[in-house]
């Protein structure tokens, strides 16, 4: 247990579906990060939020909409997604998002888009 | 930015240590090296970092070269459940964000 827990933990959805990602953090960390994880590829960075503020967006297609409504919640917002999208989504945390701080990941969710 | 070149794959025995290597040639002063591991179906989980002296912690040990252009991850005696892909990471220095960029890591499996 990382204190970092993701839902769904598998979903399935078609190309004209919405839905949405959850992570959640107990453990009084300021920054979250949404990396996604593709078959035999590296992680690869998303978005950054330190203080519920965007800090860094990746070039990230505009079909990936992440909030952060507080510290503690980062939701990433699928819809209209194409089939490559299909891949392992993390979130991790960390204390304030300063370099050289550890991240904490919690166990993604597996996302296929069909 | 720094990179870092890992061997694809290794093999340990149970039981014995299992030395994990890193080259990072182009590693900046003040850059440090971070290992997470990844076990299958989980998030990467932090392992050890240092910067230029050797570390140990309950975990695993980290002995980077002199010139610090590699770096070497070692658990000291490997269990069936060690088996993951372990990722060598030199921190990106773009900002004041933390940007751990992930390369494709080792997949160390251990054999019974």
């Known amino acids: 247990e990382t204190g970092v827990t993701q839902t769904p933990r598998h979903l399935v959805m078609g190309m004209t579906n919405k839905k949405s990602l959850k992570c959640e953090q107990h453990l009084g960390h300021n920054a979250m990060y949404w990396y996604k994880q593709s078959a035999k590829k590296p992680l690869e960075l998303m978005f950054v939020y330190s203080l519920e503020e965007r800090v860094e967006n990746n070039s990230v297609p505009s079909r990936f909409s992440p909030e952060c409504p507080n510290s503690s919640h980062l939701f990433l917002h699928l819809h209209t997604l194409q089939p490559e999208d299909s891949a392992l989504y993390l979130c991790?945390?960390?204390?304030?998002?300063?370099?050289?701080?550890?991240?904490?990941f919690g166990s993604g969710t597996q996302l296929s888009v069909l | 930015d720094a990179k870092t070149t890992q061997p694809p794959s290794m093999d340990c025995a149970e039981g014995r240590a299992a030395n994990l290597p890193c080259n990072h040639s182009t590693i900046s002063g003040n850059e440090y090296v971070y290992w997470y591991r990844q076990i299958h179906s989980q998030g990467p989980q932090y392992i050890i970092h240092g910067l230029k002296n050797n570390e140990t912690n309950e975990m695993a040990s980290l002995i980077i070269t002199e010139d610090r252009k590699s770096s070497t991850l070692i658990l000291p005696h490997a269990t069936l459940r060690d088996t993951a892909v372990y990722y060598c990471i030199v921190r990106v220095e773009r900002g004041a964000t933390n940007k751990l960029i992930f390369g494709t890591g080792t997949l160390l499996a251990v054999q019974p």
């Open positions: 991790a945390s960390s204390p304030d998002g300063a370099t050289n701080e550890k991240l904490f």
